[in-house]
């Protein structure tokens, strides 16, 4: 059987039976899920390459194969092989000791895959589909490119604290089919004064955290969207949420499935959080208009939304916005509830008016990257990735 699709977001693991390969996939029928089992990584080192000086521990972890391919410099160079891609970062960590170059040991295995298959991002899948719970799996199906576009279903998602460490008041959702607001009720918070905001969302009242989060999985569970959207979401909203999740003990479960989510925090200067969320794009903003070529003097979500759509969010920017919302919370809920919503609709209305979902499909079909991955390093990672393409397509004589 045959289907087309697009591939969403990519992960591998290193497992006991050997490498596997995850891609989630948008189709016309529901999410896919693709499983690559017992597959190899591969880097490449010249022919003439002397590996005695390795210890056999790290000799027995690879195969090494001859090819008609070349390195850039024109000189031959054979494949090697590993079941696990640690065992091939020990084997070019343990080269680099010997004074052996290793070519194109960072590429990752999932990256890898399609590009020996010459798909970017739209594939059609020919494979027997097994049916799951609210999507379909291929195992080890074949790939091949194709022309199809995506028709992606986007959530916007903004949360409220009373600061980034502190309690959670309310997190608001809108999406095509549905919006609302999961408002945490205390014993200091007075109350509503009606349970539907302007325009009908739903103001769905709960007496913790944990209830509050909770019905927001579920929500993500119902709703099923290819796409979370927000303004600074990573390194805020999802980020916060995470945390909170852990003070609670409760999973993160924004991901697709059940498979495990997470915020990677920032390994150096100047890197940033990246969200690991399988089978969901997570787009932000703002990252997302600088890649897109938008500039703003001001890239706050008031700002842009002011210049973009003539209207701007519900607290002054004049005023102290942390103690503004916290008067909310206490005093006037509803206002609160309407305020966050309508940051929702903003990011909303955003994306729909510069086609910020549009430009990243059409980034990833033609480039290769990962659809979330508009805000990463975009012009090192475009770069590189011709580079690759480059050596890939003008030098290979046989399949890897």
């Not at 794009?281 to 703002?286: E, F, S």
Request: charged content about 30%; proline content about 4%; aromatic content about 8%.
């Amino acid at each position: 059987m045959s289907r087309d699709a697009f591939i969403l977001t990519r992960e591998w693991y290193d497992t006991r039976d050997g490498l596997e390969i995850a891609y989630w996939a948008w189709s016309d029928t529901g999410p896919c899920k693709i499983r690559i089992r017992n597959t190899e990584s591969v880097c490449f080192i010249e022919r003439d390459a002397q590996l005695d000086g390795l210890h056999d521990d790290v000799l027995r972890t690879f195969r090494r194969r001859e090819l008609e391919m070349q390195s850039l410099a024109g000189k031959a160079v054979d494949a090697v092989y590993f079941s696990r891609q640690r065992d091939l970062l020990n084997f070019r960590d343990a080269c680099r000791g010997i004074g052996v170059t290793v070519f194109e040991s960072d590429i990752k295995p999932a990256d890898r895959y399609l590009m020996e298959r010459f798909v970017t991002a739209s594939c059609q899948i020919e494979g027997e589909p097994i049916t799951r719970k609210g999507f379909t799996e291929y195992l080890n199906p074949k790939l091949l490119p194709s022309e199809s576009l995506p028709s992606l279903h986007a959530a916007s998602v903004d949360i409220e604290t009373s600061d980034i460490e502190g309690a959670l008041f309310s997190i608001a959702v809108s999406s095509q089919v549905d919006e609302c607001v999961f408002l945490v009720r205390r014993s200091s918070t007075a109350e509503l004064t009606s349970s539907v905001l302007d325009g009908g969302a739903p103001i769905h009242v709960v007496d913790s955290e944990e209830e509050c989060l909770q019905a927001f999985f579920q929500w993500l569970d119902v709703h099923d969207p290819d796409v979370l959207i927000g303004w600074n979401v990573v390194g805020f909203d999802l980020d916060y949420i995470e945390k909170r999740c852990r003070v609670h003990g409760l999973p993160f479960r924004v991901a697709r499935a059940g498979s495990r989510a997470t915020i990677l925090q920032p390994q150096g200067q100047g890197d940033t959080k990246v969200p690991r969320i399988p089978g969901r794009v997570v787009l932000d903003g703002i990252d997302t208009l600088r890649a897109a070529f938008w500039n703003f003097e001001d890239f706050s979500l008031e700002a842009v939304a002011n210049q973009l759509l003539g209207r701007g969010k519900l607290i002054q920017p004049a005023s102290d916005k942390v103690a503004e919302i916290k008067r909310l919370y206490r005093e006037a809920p509803y206002e609160l509830c309407a305020y966050n919503l309508e940051d929702c609709r903003l990011v909303r209305e955003i994306f729909d008016y510069t086609k910020l979902t549009e430009f990243a499909i059409q980034k990833s079909v033609m480039t290769g990257l990962a659809l979330g991955r508009v805000g990463i390093d975009n012009q090192v990672e475009l770069a590189r990735k011709v580079v690759d393409d480059c050596q890939f397509l003008a030098l290979q004589q046989q399949d890897v």
